[in-house]
């Protein structure tokens, strides 16, 4: 599979590099941004960003148990700690907002969890993988692709 | 006539965590280079109904009319693929991309929606193109789970 076009402007580029850099900063828990950004590029099928957010994780720390049945968190209670629950049901509204809105249930229980600052930067990285994640499926960047 | 009350916001991004909106602001400024601003807008207000993004659509709407774009391409535009000729053809299929790269859980973005978009936009406009797509679903995001509250925008406020 090839590219449909490498073509991505340089202060996007940038201003992108600098957006996913001040919300993992800010989170900062680099296992748990892994969990979110592979959740999220899941949901999107996003291969590039599995692939990239996959062995990311890994370098982090996170276990192979975690990364196997991430699709079913809700289903692996003993895997993920209530802050990762928290965490990944707001990924998984964020990310799909055309079904309608984020539930309040579902924000108040990040909101227990996370102070808010924290919680501003947990709603910056799910958006931002959300925008790597549409950069990189219109374009089909092919994952473990060096030029993206 | 008594409307129900205006919802307040859950969190104040912006002011909380500048350093992300400032990044937010350069996205915007980079996505918007090269593009028919007349399109952006309609691509913004298309995008923001999808995401149900109430905040957006106010925004997006009053730019779009302070620019002089007219309330019967803006109305029908929940509704532009039975309403084609209010859209000229090169509308059309960025409207339908912006539908393909906003609803990307329902299945990546068909060859034939790129490709059609690919006959009317050279190739780095067409980054543009899916660059801005990219930036309204990314302040729909926000704008939705921080739960902005739409109404009290004023066109080129944040000009």
Not at chain 1, 106 to 131: D, Q
Not at chain 2, 39 to 48: G, M, Q, T, W
Not at chain 2, 118 to 128: D, M, N, P, V, Y
Request: with cysteine.
């Amino acid at each position: 599979m090839t590219a449909r076009t490498t073509y991505l402007d340089a202060g996007l580029r940038e201003a992108m590099r600098a957006l996913s850099a001040a919300a993992k900063q800010g989170l900062g828990d680099p296992a748990l941004a892994e969990l979110v950004q592979i959740r999220a590029s899941q949901i999107n099928h996003c291969a590039f960003c599995l692939d990239m957010h996959l062995a990311l994780a890994r370098k982090h720390g996170v276990s192979e148990r975690q990364l196997d049945l991430l699709a079913a968190w809700e289903e692996a209670e003993e895997l993920f700690d209530e802050r990762e629950r928290a965490a990944l049901a707001l990924t998984e509204a964020v990310t799909v907002l055309t079904d309608g809105f984020v539930p309040d249930e579902v924000y108040e229980r990040a909101a227990r969890h996370f102070e808010v600052t924290e919680l501003a930067h947990l709603i910056a990285l799910i958006t931002v993988i959300n925008s790597w994640n549409r950069l990189m499926v219109s374009r089909r960047i092919p994952p473990g692709s060096v030029e993206w | 006539m008594q409307y129900a009350p205006e919802l307040t916001p859950r969190l104040e991004w912006a002011k909380l965590v500048p350093d992300v909106y400032k990044a937010m602001i350069r996205l915007d400024t980079a996505a918007r280079q090269g593009l028919d601003p007349t399109l952006y807008e309609l691509v913004k207000i298309r995008a923001s109904q999808i995401n149900h993004c109430a905040f957006c659509i106010d925004m997006h709407t009053k730019d779009a009319l302070a620019a002089g774009e007219s309330v019967e391409r803006i109305v029908q535009l929940s509704a532009w693929e039975e309403s084609r000729h209010f859209y000229t053809e090169k509308e059309l299929a960025a409207l339908e991309l912006t539908e393909a790269v906003t609803v990307l859980t329902d299945g990546f973005v068909p060859d034939e929606v790129y490709e059609r978009a690919a006959r009317h936009f050279e190739e780095t406009e067409l980054a543009q193109l899916l660059a801005a797509i990219t930036v309204i679903n990314a302040w729909n995001r926000f704008g939705v789970t921080c739960r902005m509250t739409p109404g009290h925008y004023q066109p080129g406020q944040y000009k």
